[in-house]
């Protein structure tokens, strides 16, 4: 059995903790894009003001959505390790695919099978990639003994020019 991490809080905090996360990068990001996207879109003489209107219409949407599926994915993220009691990237990869299908579940059979599936293969590459950047790390980061001078014997051989 794995051991346990004890340097986050219990999960309802982490749910709750993980969603204000994500809704505040999900709104600092839309706000960023929209502000861009209204800006880009807008006749000249009201370029400012079609930004600031965007990014206050559209942020709190994005960061709501992010949010959602920040909290669901904790949820499940918390469940999973409470079924399974270990702490492995599998853990992530199944409540990807529970916060895929669920996020899909009102499109139907079709809609919440793909969105489990493509869902849970985006965590996995996630987990690969970094699994790979922590053996990289690793690897880069690994003792090295320091070379050690020859230990100098006095029966072996004589010093040269001494007399025998």
């Known amino acids: ?24 990068m999900g709104t600092i990001g839309g706000a960023i ?4 996207k209204g800006w880009r879109n807008s ?10 209107t965007a990014a206050k219409t559209r942020a709190p949407v994005l960061g709501g959505n992010f949010g959602v599926w920040g909290g669901l994915f904790s949820t499940f993220d918390c469940a999973v390790k409470g079924v399974r ?17 669920a996020l899909a579940i009102r499109g139907g059979w079709r809609a919440t099978r793909n969105g489990a599936i493509g869902c849970a293969c985006i965590l996995a ?17 690994r003792p090295i003994a320091p070379v050690l001078p020859e230990p100098a ?4 051989s004589a010093p040269a020019g001494a007399a025998i």
Not at 6 to 13: I, L
Not at 43 to 52: F, L, M, T, Y
Not at 153 to 156: E, L, Y
């Open 1 to 24: 059995m794995a051991s346990a991490d004890h340097t986050r809080d219990p999960c309802p905090y982490v749910v709750l903790n993980d969603f204000g996360a994500a809704f505040s």
């Open 33 to 36: 894009w929209h502000s861009i």
């Open 43 to 52: 006749p000249a003489g009201e370029k400012r003001i079609s930004a600031i």
């Open 85 to 101: 009691r270990k702490e492995d990237p599998y853990n992530a990869i199944i409540a990807g695919f529970f916060t895929g299908g």
């Open 125 to 141: 590459v996630f987990e690969g990639l970094g699994i790979a950047l922590n053996r990289m790390q690793a690897e880069a980061n």
């Open 153 to 156: 014997s006095s029966s072996s």
